[in-house]
């Protein structure tokens, strides 16, 4: 309603300007209302006000679009994030891979929750370079988390699969072009999206062994059936290919501006 906007509105800006942890406490006094006797109101737009939060993301995507990409491809970029919290009432947070301080040689763990975005990646007119601005973000628990409460566990290409289907529904005539990292370079996820015209760029090992989807099994047939088909060349072989040269060439301006921002570093 009209009196919980005034006081998500607060919330919003306080947000931008609040230094460290965005708490609502942080929130009021950099907006110059620590002394607001009223407080709880603030409180309540998280804690018991009805909202959607896929519409809420709807209408921020629709707002950053009309802004940044009012023509053209629409470039997505998505990556997953560890937030780390502890306490009893954190139910969902697991344990994960730190991807900042590992490496190949060393292993580190983190603990806490994993969230995974949806980010507009767009050129700021007012910044020499690419912002990621994120506007969908889920949670995903962790198997353990899943098992526990008897729920069927996502991992994140279906996660992934299913937000970016979402923004293809809240956008059918645009073109989607998805630039994601090496963990999301799975065949089902690439697969689905490339069904519903979403184009996927991702790293791939050079030497990846690729091949055939299975070929159809007549039913009856005794014996396991095959999980892959006939081999295919590795993406080495392809690279040195006349044909492969000649493609290059004739590349849609599309994904050379996609693959252009692949290169440059995002923020969140």
Same mark, same amino acid.
């Given at each position: ?16 300007? /609040? ?22 109101? $603030?409180?309540?737009? %998280?804690?018991?006000? =009805?909202?959607?939060?896929?519409? /809420?993301?709807?209408?921020? @995507? ?22 780390? =919290? ?43 370079? +690419? ?24 991992? %994140?290409? $279906? ?29 089902? %996820? ?14 791939? =090992?050079? $030497?990846?062994? @690729? ?9 009856? +047939? ?21 044909? +492969? ?14 693959? /252009?921002?692949?290169? %440059?570093?995002? +923020?969140?």
């Amino acid at each position: 309603c009209h009196r919980t906007w005034r006081h998500a509105e607060i919330l919003l800006v306080g947000a931008i300007l /609040a230094p460290g942890k965005r708490t609502v406490t942080s929130i009021l006094r950099i907006c110059g209302l620590s002394r607001e006797r009223h407080f709880v109101n $603030d409180h309540r737009v %998280l804690s018991r006000a =009805r909202w959607s939060g896929r519409e /809420a993301a709807r209408l921020l @995507l629709g707002l950053l679009i009309q802004a940044f990409v009012p023509a053209g491809p629409v470039i997505l970029g998505l990556d997953d994030t560890i937030e780390r =919290r502890r306490g009893k009432r954190i139910k969902a947070k697991g344990i994960y891979r730190d991807p900042v301080r590992s490496s190949d040689a060393h292993f580190v763990k983190a603990s806490g929750l994993r969230w995974l975005s949806l980010m507009l990646l767009a050129p700021i007119p007012w910044a020499a370079r +690419t912002w990621a601005l994120p506007f969908l973000t889920a949670l995903a628990p962790s198997e353990r988390y899943c098992r526990e409460r008897r729920q069927r566990h996502k991992k %994140l290409t $279906d996660w992934a699969r299913q937000m970016v289907l979402q923004v293809r529904r809240w956008l059918p005539e645009r073109e989607l072009v998805l630039v994601t990292d090496m963990g999301f370079a799975a065949l089902e %996820l690439l697969a689905a999206l490339s069904r519903r015209g979403v184009i996927c760029i991702t790293r791939l =090992r050079l $030497d990846a062994a @690729l091949y055939e989807p299975a070929p159809w099994r007549r039913p009856g +047939t005794a014996g396991r059936p095959r999980t892959k088909g006939a081999r295919l060349p590795t993406l080495s072989e392809v690279l040195i290919r006349t044909s +492969t040269l000649r493609s290059v060439r004739k590349v849609s301006p599309i994904l050379a501006r996609a693959a /252009a921002f692949c290169c %440059l570093e995002t +923020t969140d």
